[in-house]
Nanobody, 123 residues
Framework: QVKLVESGGGLVQPGGSLRLSCAAS????????MSWYRQAPGKERELVAVITSGGGPTNYAMSVKGRFTISRDNAKNTVYLQMNSLKPEDTAVYYC????????????????WGQGTQVTVSS
């Protein structure tokens, strides 16, 4: 079975940093683009960042560009999200998933959602 396990969230002050990890299993990780999503209370899940299967081109939501960095380690079946200069509006549950890419439209998740990891940015 496909498993996506997010970790690394927590409570941070505005301007702080966190590094999220997503450990994937049950599929050939290196063949898939991967994405991070987030969902704030009362809002729809939104795409945050995308990385291609080889770890080359990346793309980001305008709201996080310049502050967040997505990366991956195919040998470890893990994708990361480095979050710097955090703002209160970044508060959300963060999820990862395989991304269908151009075939489905970027930001189309391929597997069931994991539990996510909570990020809270507050003073």
């Amino acid at each position: 079975q496909v498993k996506l396990v997010e970790s690394g969230g927590g409570l941070v002050q505005p301007g702080g940093s966190l590094r999220l990890s997503c450990a994937a299993s049950g599929f050939t990780f290196s063949m898939y683009a991967m994405s991070w999503y987030r969902q704030a209370p009362g809002k729809e899940r939104e795409l945050v960042a995308v990385i291609t299967s080889g770890g080359g081109p990346t793309n980001y939501a305008m709201s996080v560009k310049g502050r967040f960095t997505i990366s991956r380690d195919n040998a470890k079946n893990t994708v990361y999200l480095q979050m710097n200069s955090l703002k209160p509006e970044d508060t959300a549950v963060y999820y990862c998933n395989a991304d269908g890419g151009k075939s489905t439209g970027w930001g189309t998740r391929l597997f069931a959602w994991g539990q996510g990891t909570q990020v809270t940015v507050s003073s």
